[in-house]
């Protein structure tokens, strides 16, 4: 059997897998290989900021934090870039309507967005670009596509990409050009009279009364919307990229245009494996603002911890759809606090246990622990199926829950927590609550416990009573376990 580290480290090596991800692209599970080794270059399409971030948009930020965290666990440094899309009709019209600057709804909703990413522990980007602050390598990107005979510019000043002159045009989304042409022919868009094809997609536009605008070579305007990704992922990740990814509604137009723009100004691939996430509907409706059906992550967080919604993003593969109801939230709760018990249990054994150091039966029961870590391995190397993920993660609390006591070593409750957090964190679980009191609050609390106990002891059960009832009072339960009386906040 030998020494449980070194069996361990065997484990670990043996067991190595590569990550494999299915690539949108060529519809296939592909094993994942960096263009530097060691290192991902990652691209997330973020929101367009007018409005609190619902919960749809939250989707791709938890699972995408996800994929990040588990390459940083795996030991790649990752460089991630999601953008803020800051100029838009949508925040234009917000601005109007507030009579002020379409940069201070845009300002405002970033922060807030920031606020909620932080709420639900995604990690903050590498780099956050914004749309406004990239002008200028949009018009030279433009400029690029219209030396090389891919765009051409009409009499008012828009500059259009020609499809036609992509032969690759369609291949992520798998769609046929000509039923398409056909399709947009039906539609008639009042200004675009001057395409040459239904198909060619804007780069540029001319500024409109009450719209920002920057100088170009072309005319006073503003981008098109899928010259920005384009143009931030090639100058914060380089031509060519690891992994681009984004909800599955980004993948026609946007994605498709974004491959388009950057294979033809930079000569290069563009993207190695295209990700993306199904939706999150809502009580089995899709999710939308006209409708009235949607959640924002702020309404979430009066009703709930935000790790819940975390838990339950995880809860499905991210190429399932899933769906939002206030019944899966409650057992998202009832899951995550399971995780979150069994680590309150484990810090309170800590925090009393006498003996140091491993004893023989534990020594021998340690290696054990390794095969939770390689379920979640395998389950994490397979398309980031958290689902499964998460299920290794029970059978790890399972396992701690049943093999932990009052008599247990603090070497063994070091190396059992240091699993659980290891494997939640790469889910962006927080399974260690900070303590909700202060060390002040928290001495009275103890105080009071002593208190109980002693009165306890000598029999005097009507001020025992009397102390738990008034602790419960305040929100503070107390439980008669046989290592002794823990407490929680309601
Ligand atoms: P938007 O601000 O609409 O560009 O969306 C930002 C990100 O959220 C994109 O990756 C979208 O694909 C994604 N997204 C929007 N709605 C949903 C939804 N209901 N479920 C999953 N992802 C969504
Ligand atoms: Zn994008």
Known sequence: MGDPEVRYRRIQRDYQMAIRIYNTETKQLEEFKPITPGEVKMYVCGPTVYNLIHIGNARPMIVFDTVRRYFEYKGYKVNYVSNFTDVDDKIIKKANEEGVDSSVISERYIKECKKDMADLNVKPATTHPQATQEIDGMIEMIQTLIDKGYAYVVEDGTVYFEVDKDPQYGKLSHKNLDDLQSGFRSIQVTGEEQKKSPLDFVLWKPKKEGEPYWDSPWCQGRPGWHIECSVMSRKYLGKTIDIHAGGEDLIFPHHENEIAQSECAN???????????????????????????????????????????????????????LNFSADLMESARASYLRIVNCMDNVDFLLGKASAQKLSDAEAGLLPESEKFRQEFEDAMDDDFNTADALAAIFDLVKWINSNVNGSTSKEFL?????????????????????????????????????????????????????????????????????????????
């Open 267 to 321: 000569g290069v691939p563009f993207v190695h494996y295209w990700m993306h996430n199904a939706f999150l509907n809502i009580d089995n409706h899709k999710m939308s603002k006209s409708l009235g059906n949607f959640k924002t992550v702020r309404d979430i967080d009066a009703q709930y911890d935000p790790q819940v919604l975390r838990y339950l993003m995880l809860s499905a593969h991210y190429r399932s759809p």
């Open 414 to 490: 070091a190396k059992a927590k240091d699993l659980l957090l290891t494997l939640t964190d790469v889910c962006g679980l927080i399974a260690e609550r900070a303590p909700e009191a202060d060390e002040d609050e928290t001495a009275r609390i103890e105080q009071k416990i002593r208190e109980r106990q002693e009165a306890r002891k000598n029999k005097d059960f009507a001020k025992a009573d009397a102390i738990r009832d008034e602790l419960k009072s305040e929100g503070i339960l107390l439980e008669d376990t046989k290592d002794g009386v823990k407490w929680k906040k309601a």
